[in-house]
């Protein structure tokens, strides 16, 4: 499949975070989209600025279903599920069915149509990791019955279903495992940290901090995530791919930074940690760099700026 081609694709919780960044890429270059979302936890705000795009058309669905969708489709990119902690924490039931029922409704809509299949897994499949960094061949450490295992274990089977379809009818798949993400169009209230912190700095509350702060993440800004995303989804690796940034902080330095872009005054507090958090997360993207050419490029002080400005503007 060339990168030249005017491709039909079918983007699943095209209404979420990052699939209307993805939407915007794939029109960006020339393809057609056809987004599908419930609206459980994504936003039409986030395509506003497409409606009326003649390369673009919304249905508003609940991919638990089986999918129908008129005319020929290329690939298939499935992105539909709650994200944030406090999003699948409310929604279990409906995490694990996205999970299951949705990917492999996804999944039969590929097939029927011999189109390209991509799987928006996550990082979190590798659980409180016992190596550091991650990379794609370690099993991971989850728990399958704590609080976060609706979230994990839903991912985990959709990326051996995923596969389950490429070797019994030799689907073309790809398997994204995406680590934090941050940018513009993140919801305010997601309960995910960025958004956390600028929204009690900007409102000149104190941070507030699980933990002693000490637990780490890597931070990836939208833009860069969907350009692997992008990148993936042309080439013929079908095993997991990590996508993610592999600049490692404290959860407290990026509080401090957070709270100097907002020129804010921050007073940090200390809450206990949740059940199961990870307490060290940072991505080994070798395999990203030599199958898909791919590293972030965009720094966490422009991407905090532009991420700022989007929730100043709100």
Same mark, same amino acid.
């Given at each position: 499949?060339?990168?030249?081609?005017?491709?039909?694709?079918?983007?699943?919780?095209?209404?979420?975070?990052?699939?209307?960044?993805?939407?915007?890429?794939?029109?960006?270059?020339?393809?057609?989209?056809?987004?599908?979302?419930?609206?459980?936890?994504?936003?039409?705000?986030?395509?506003?600025?497409?409606?009326?795009?003649?390369?673009?058309?919304?249905?508003?669905?609940?991919?638990?279903?089986?999918?129908?969708?008129?005319?020929?489709?290329?690939?298939?990119?499935?992105?539909?599920?709650?994200?944030?902690? #406090?999003?699948?924490?409310?929604?279990?039931?409906?995490?694990?069915?996205?999970?299951?029922?949705?990917?492999?409704?996804?999944?039969?809509?590929?097939?029927?149509?011999?189109?390209?299949?991509?799987?928006?897994?996550?990082?979190?499949?590798?659980?409180?990791?016992?190596?550091?960094?991650?990379?794609?061949?370690?099993?991971?450490?989850?728990?399958?019955?704590?609080?976060?295992?609706?979230?994990?274990?839903? #991912?985990?089977?959709?990326?051996?279903?995923?596969?389950?379809?490429?070797?019994?009818?030799?689907?073309?798949?790809?398997?994204?495992?995406?680590?934090?993400?941050?940018?513009?169009?993140?919801?305010?209230?997601?309960?995910?940290?960025?958004?956390?912190?600028?929204?009690?700095?900007?409102?000149?509350?104190?941070?507030?901090?699980?933990?002693?702060?000490?637990?780490?993440?890597?931070?990836?800004?939208?833009?860069?995530l969907v350009d692997g995303l992008y990148r993936l989804m042309f080439s013929d690796e079908h095993h997991p791919v990590n996508l993610g940034n592999p600049c490692e902080m404290t959860i407290r330095e990026f509080a401090e930074h957070v709270c100097r872009l907002t020129g804010a005054t921050c007073a940090l507090e200390h809450r206990p940690l949740p059940e199961d958090d990870p307490k060290r997360r940072?991505?080994?993207?070798? #395999?990203?760099?030599?199958?898909?050419?791919?590293?972030? #490029?965009?720094?966490?002080?422009?991407?905090?700026?532009?991420?700022?400005?989007?929730?100043?503007?709100?």
């Amino acid at each position: 499949m060339s990168k030249d081609f005017n491709l039909r694709v079918v983007v699943s919780g095209a209404a979420g975070f990052i699939g209307s960044h993805l939407c915007d890429r794939l029109i960006a270059e020339n393809h057609s989209v056809v987004g599908i979302d419930n609206l459980l936890t994504g936003s039409l705000r986030n395509l506003a600025h497409l409606a009326g795009h003649g390369s673009f058309r919304f249905v508003q669905h609940d991919v638990t279903k089986p999918v129908q969708v008129d005319g020929a489709v290329d690939a298939v990119l499935h992105l539909a599920s709650p994200a944030s902690p #406090k999003d699948y924490m409310r929604y279990p039931i409906e995490t694990l069915e996205v999970g299951s029922a949705g990917t492999r409704n996804m999944l039969e809509l590929a097939r029927r149509w011999n189109a390209r299949f991509l799987l928006a897994s996550t990082s979190e499949c590798y659980g409180d990791p016992l190596i550091h960094p991650q990379r794609e061949t370690y099993w991971g450490h989850v728990n399958p019955v704590g609080p976060r295992s609706c979230y994990d274990e839903s #991912k985990r089977f959709a990326e051996a279903l995923t596969m389950a379809f490429h070797r019994a009818h030799g689907l073309r798949t790809n398997i994204a495992r995406i680590f934090n993400t941050y940018g513009p169009r993140m919801q305010l209230d997601d309960g995910r940290v960025v958004p956390a912190f600028i929204d009690q700095a900007l409102r000149g509350q104190p941070v507030t901090i699980f933990g002693d702060g000490s637990q780490t993440r890597s931070f990836c800004f939208v833009g860069d995530l969907v350009d692997g995303l992008y990148r993936l989804m042309f080439s013929d690796e079908h095993h997991p791919v990590n996508l993610g940034n592999p600049c490692e902080m404290t959860i407290r330095e990026f509080a401090e930074h957070v709270c100097r872009l907002t020129g804010a005054t921050c007073a940090l507090e200390h809450r206990p940690l949740p059940e199961d958090d990870p307490k060290r997360r940072r991505p080994d993207i070798t #395999k990203a760099r030599t199958l898909l050419g791919w590293e972030p #490029k965009v720094p966490l002080e422009q991407g905090l700026r532009l991420t700022i400005a989007y929730f100043r503007s709100l």
